[in-house]
């Protein structure tokens, strides 16, 4: 399947986000090429899989964690429009997408899942959590160990204060090649060292 007809099947609410999954899909797929091999990528906070999916399309692996129907009543009542429990609809669109061979699912708060994991696996995060200025932070300190240095770290909903905050406050270290913006609200960096 492309990812354009399968974002073509998302509901309407979500289509409007279809520039930063196309973003995400080529990111992935030029890590893809550089590394020559499927390169490792980590979502914290997953929802319905609408950004997972075209990471794993693009060829990558893909480690999704989240909690699912459990985070927040923001996400109970949002989650009406897709019909029920999000957990539900994420693991229905890995397998209409045809990639849930490529995407590990973690149900678990972020930082105890990081915990899981070892240091420095992965090519690409992507964090789009909780966005208080809080969580933004404890995720960023959490799964940053676990990129690889030359690895891009990237988020969602950067427009959103708490997040920009967090993000700019972080990545203002010499780790990072500084705060980059890119379509429908997305933000990435590089990590140096």
């Known amino acids: 399947m492309l990812l354009q007809d399968f974002i073509a099947t998302f509901p309407v609410q979500e289509r409007a986000s279809s520039d930063a999954y196309t973003w995400i899909y080529r990111k992935v797929k030029e890590l893809k090429e550089s590394l020559g091999r499927p390169p490792l ?10 950004t997972s999916i075209p990471a794993a399309m693009a060829g990558g692996r893909v480690i999704c964690v989240d909690v699912f129907d459990a985070r927040d009543n923001w996400i109970r009542e949002h989650a009406s429009h897709i ?7 994420f ?5 209409n997408a045809g990639v849930s061979n490529r995407i590990a699912t973690i149900v678990s708060e972020s930082v105890v899942a990081a915990g899981l994991l070892p240091n420095e696996i992965a090519d690409f995060i992507f964090i789009d959590a909780d966005h208080s200025y809080d969580s933004v932070m404890a995720d960023l300190h959490a799964w940053t160990p676990k990129l690889r240095v030359g690895g891009t770290l990237a988020g969602h909903d950067y427009p959103q204060r708490q997040v920009a905050e967090a993000v700019n406050q972080f990545c203002v270290s010499p780790n990072w ?3 980059l913006t890119e379509v429908d ?8 060292v």
């Open 91 to 95: 693991l229905a669109n890995l397998f």
């Open 177 to 179: 090649a500084g705060v």
């Open 185 to 192: 609200c997305t933000w990435y960096t590089y990590r140096l």
């Open 41 to 50: 990528c980590i979502e914290v906070g997953v929802y319905c899989g609408y």
């Open 83 to 89: 019909g029920g429990r999000t957990l539900d609809r």
